[in-house]
T-cell receptor, first 115, second 113 residues
């Protein structure tokens, strides 16, 4: 069964500082990996996704993530955070085979930005 | 800008009442998902459909929950009877036939007293 672990429940970062959110997955085949962001009272918005190819993927809002198969990780990074980045971030893994389009989400990491 | 819409956005009801939540997927999307989000359990997949046919509802309590797609533009999630433990935010998401990204609606916040 596929699973996702986000080891950090809550992270606090100063505005302008760099950010890395950790994500580890467990999946028997080549995974499809996603990062979503959820602002308070809102639905989830896709930041970026990895299906194949270049292991460093660029997303919206200046975010990027790197797929490392040897470490079963897909960490999210941003070189300089903005106050508007405060939100909850979810990593997800899926098979996306026809007939098995389910995603499994991690428990999320809440990001707080301090001035 | 195509979006998934959900109604109602907020619902407060009393235990034992029927609750119906509605979702309009993005036009052209053939897969529809229902999730429940709580502090304790996080995001849980309840059910999903492809081309209006249910493919997996193993995450849904069968005795009180039901999910349907009466047509391609409407998905419904019903709870009858509702219980306080059903209090959560319920999200609908849709995606294209080939899988790929799921696009989430704003959610329905349900409170069962």
């Amino acid at each position: 069964a596929q699973s996702v672990t986000q080891p950090d429940i809550h992270i606090t970062v100063s505005e302008g500082a760099s950010l890395e959110l950790r994500c580890n997955y467990s999946y028997g085949a080549t995974p499809y990996l996603f990062w979503y962001v959820q602002s308070p009272g809102q639905g989830l918005q896709l930041l970026l996704k990895y299906f194949s190819g270049d292991t460093l993927v660029q997303g919206i809002k200046g975010f990027e993530a790197e797929f490392k198969r040897s470490q079963s990780s897909f960490n999210l990074r941003k070189p300089s955070v903005h106050w508007s980045d405060a939100a909850e971030y979810f990593c997800a893994v899926g098979a996306l085979n026809f007939g098995n389009e389910k995603l499994t989400f991690g428990t999320g990491t809440r990001l707080t930005i301090i001035p | 800008d195509a979006r998934v819409t959900q109604t109602p956005r907020h619902k407060v009801t009393e235990m034992g009442q029927e609750v119906t939540m509605r979702c309009q997927p993005i036009l052209g999307h053939n897969t529809v998902f229902w999730y429940r989000q709580t502090m304790m359990q996080g995001l849980e997949l309840l059910a999903y459909f492809r081309n209006r046919a249910p493919l997996d509802d193993s995450g849904m309590p069968k005795d009180r929950f039901s999910a349907e797609m009466p047509d391609a533009t409407l998905a419904t999630l019903k709870i009858q009877p509702s219980e306080p433990r059903d209090s959560a935010v319920y999200f609908c998401a849709s995606g294209p036939t080939s899988g790929d990204t799921q696009y989430f609606g704003p959610g329905t916040r349900l409170t069962v007293l």
